[in-house]
């Protein structure tokens, strides 16, 4: 009798809302099609280094498909090209050597920048990987969208809404910095929900004197209130990020943070109204997820069981222009997806008369009622 077909799967990087809906569906699709055996790795790559595993039955994940987090644990320091527990060594091999050890077939890895660059290299050691892409930042190459990216702008857009009537009753200037690191999608589709005045993304370093230029023109305007929507990657020309600490043992060492009050510095010598700084962080990773996010992790769990039964590897499953396909990681690998300038949703905003923080933003109108 043949050994059964065996699949690991695991949660890298941090935690999202939708994760457990696609452990759900790669689980239950492989189960019911492929009668195979499903490895959960507990925190990521950890899992996969220490080989701490459990055996996934249809019972472990049923009634998971609405909690957000994730059922396996994930950690955003497991490399096993730069261990942290072992000194930032290279344990690559031992890492093979695990995955060989548990007769592994194939590996899917849910996660984001940081897990497909491991994944395109634990791919060229030998292993059978298939990823599924995850982050709030919807910033991986080749996916339109990222699962976890609506919940995030769901959170973000009540949030700046609640702001929004606070900043009316006590005519202030309301900063509200959202997550994002480098691409500022959540900054942008929050800050165009909401009616934010202002939207400042890293993708277009802000002029401190035009920013304060809008302030005061609306509180000279009798708009005695203004929403400034920020990412945390958001940088004024000339200028750096503004980095809150740094942790050497991740992916991204850099922990960004702080921009929405050092801005909030800056304007506060210039106008009458008082400034406020809400910092949204962690509480846009979690929550249940939406229903978009909910359908879209379970249609990418789905296609990345079918991908593996069909022993179709080395590719990140994606969504494009409405329909699901897959592209090589080594497109996705090391890559950012960014806002573009010329963004539908920078000229829907222009239109609106909101403010990107810069003087000279030559936007091109073509295709502005297609949302990105």
Same mark, same amino acid.
């Given at each position: 009798m043949?050994?059964?077909?065996?699949?690991? $799967?695991?949660?890298?990087?941090?935690?999202c %809302?939708? =994760?457990?809906a696609v452990i759900?569906?790669?689980?239950k699709?492989?189960?019911s099609q492929?009668?195979?055996?499903v490895?959960?790795?507990r925190?990521?790559?950890?899992g996969?280094?220490?080989?701490d595993?459990e055996?996934?039955?249809?019972?472990?994940v049923?009634g998971?498909?609405?909690?957000g987090?994730?059922i396996?644990?994930?950690?955003? &320091?497991?490399n096993?090209f730069?261990?942290?527990?072992s000194g930032?060594a290279?344990?690559?091999a031992?890492t =093979? &050597?695990?995955y @060989?050890?548990?007769?592994?077939d194939?590996?899917? #890895?849910i996660?984001?920048?940081g897990?497909m660059s491991?994944a395109h290299?634990l791919? &060229? +050691?030998?292993m059978?990987?298939?990823g599924v892409? &995850?982050?709030?930042?919807?910033?991986?190459?080749?996916?339109?969208?990222t699962?976890?990216? *609506?919940?995030?702008?769901?959170v973000?857009?009540?949030?700046?809404?609640?702001?929004?009537t606070?900043?009316?009753?006590?005519?202030r200037v309301?900063i509200?910095?959202?997550m994002g690191?480098?691409?500022g999608w959540?900054?942008l589709h929050?800050g165009?929900?909401?009616?934010?005045?202002?939207i400042l993304i890293?993708e277009? %370093?802000?002029?401190?004197?035009e920013v304060i230029?809008?302030?005061? @023109?609306?509180? @000279?305007g009798g708009?005695q209130?203004?929403i400034i929507?920020?990412?945390?990657g958001?940088?004024?020309?000339?200028g750096?990020?503004?980095?809150?600490?740094?942790?050497e043992?991740?992916h991204? %060492?850099?922990?960004l943070?702080?921009?929405?009050?050092a +801005? #909030?510095?800056?304007?506060k010598p210039?106008?009458?109204?008082?400034?406020?700084?809400?910092?949204?962080g962690?509480m846009?990773?979690g929550?249940?997820?939406?229903a978009? *996010?909910?359908?879209?992790?379970? #249609?990418?769990g789905?296609?990345?069981a079918e991908?593996?039964?069909e022993?179709?590897?080395?590719?990140?499953?994606?969504r494009?222009?409405?329909r699901?396909?897959?592209?090589? +990681?080594?497109? $996705? #690998?090391d890559?950012?997806?960014?806002v573009p300038r010329?963004a539908? +949703?920078?000229?829907?905003?222009?239109?609106m008369?909101?403010s990107?923080?810069?003087t000279?933003?030559?936007?091109?109108?073509?295709?502005?009622?297609?949302?990105p």
């Amino acid at each position: 009798m043949s050994n059964p077909f065996r699949v690991g $799967v695991l949660t890298g990087g941090g935690d999202c %809302p939708g =994760l457990n809906a696609v452990i759900r569906a790669v689980t239950k699709s492989l189960l019911s099609q492929c009668n195979a055996e499903v490895v959960g790795i507990r925190e990521g790559f950890r899992g996969l280094i220490e080989g701490d595993t459990e055996l996934l039955e249809s019972p472990d994940v049923s009634g998971i498909l609405t909690r957000g987090g994730t059922i396996l644990g994930a950690s955003n &320091k497991a490399n096993p090209f730069d261990y942290y527990a072992s000194g930032g060594a290279d344990v690559s091999a031992r890492t =093979l &050597k695990t995955y @060989e050890r548990l007769n592994l077939d194939a590996l899917v #890895a849910i996660g984001g920048d940081g897990t497909m660059s491991i994944a395109h290299r634990l791919q &060229k +050691l030998g292993m059978n990987i298939v990823g599924v892409p &995850k982050t709030i930042d919807n910033d991986l190459m080749g996916t339109d969208r990222t699962f976890g990216f *609506d919940t995030a702008v769901h959170v973000a857009t009540e949030a700046m809404d609640r702001i929004h009537t606070t900043a009316q009753s006590h005519h202030r200037v309301m900063i509200v910095e959202t997550m994002g690191r480098y691409a500022g999608w959540i900054a942008l589709h929050a800050g165009v929900a909401s009616g934010a005045d202002i939207i400042l993304i890293p993708e277009l %370093p802000y002029n401190v004197d035009e920013v304060i230029r809008v302030c005061q @023109e609306r509180e @000279e305007g009798g708009r005695q209130f203004t929403i400034i929507s920020i990412a945390e990657g958001a940088k004024p020309e000339g200028g750096s990020f503004t980095v809150s600490q740094r942790v050497e043992e991740s992916h991204d %060492p850099l922990r960004l943070g702080g921009v929405g009050k050092a +801005l #909030a510095e800056q304007i506060k010598p210039h106008i009458e109204s008082e400034v406020r700084t809400t910092i949204l962080g962690h509480m846009q990773r979690g929550g249940t997820p939406t229903a978009y *996010d909910r359908t879209l992790s379970t #249609a990418f769990g789905a296609h990345a069981a079918e991908l593996v039964a069909e022993g179709t590897f080395g590719v990140m499953v994606a969504r494009q222009e409405g329909r699901f396909t897959q592209i090589p +990681l080594e497109e $996705v #690998a090391d890559e950012t997806r960014t806002v573009p300038r010329n963004a539908p +949703l920078i000229a829907a905003g222009v239109a609106m008369d909101t403010s990107f923080g810069v003087t000279d933003l030559d936007v091109c109108m073509q295709d502005a009622s297609i949302m990105p």
